[in-house]
Nanobody, 115 residues
């Protein structure tokens, strides 16, 4: 059974930091590109960041470049999103995604940035 479980969300003030975690199981982690997306009510889910398997090359949406860092720990089957200099517009539910031949999603974790 494939599971992706996000954690680490919460309430933070503008300029603060949070670290999101995603625990993956049930699939060959090293073969999947891991990504973070975010979504607000009534809006589309938006790409935030991705990291490849071997090599760990990363890619970011323009609106988080320089503030967010994605990383993965293959020994623990974990993906992280370090979020610094948070802004109110970063408020959203953040989802972990694994994609290769299949695409899997976690249940999301709420991030709220107060002004």
């Amino acid at each position: 059974q494939v599971t992706l479980v996000e954690s680490g969300g919460g309430l933070v003030q503008t300029g603060g930091s949070l670290r999101l975690s995603c625990a993956a199981s049930g699939f060959t982690f090293s073969r999947y590109v891991m990504s973070w997306y975010r979504q607000n009510p009534g809006k589309e889910r938006v790409f935030v960041a991705a990291i490849t398997a071997p090599g760990g090359m990363s890619n970011y949406a323009d609106f988080v470049k320089g503030r967010f860092t994605i990383s993965r720990d293959s020994a623990k089957n974990m993906v992280y999103l370090q979020m610094n200099s948070l802004k109110p517009e970063d408020t959203a539910v953040y989802f972990c995604n694994a994609v290769s031949l299949h695409s899997y999603w976690g249940q999301g974790t709420q991030v709220t940035v107060s002004s």
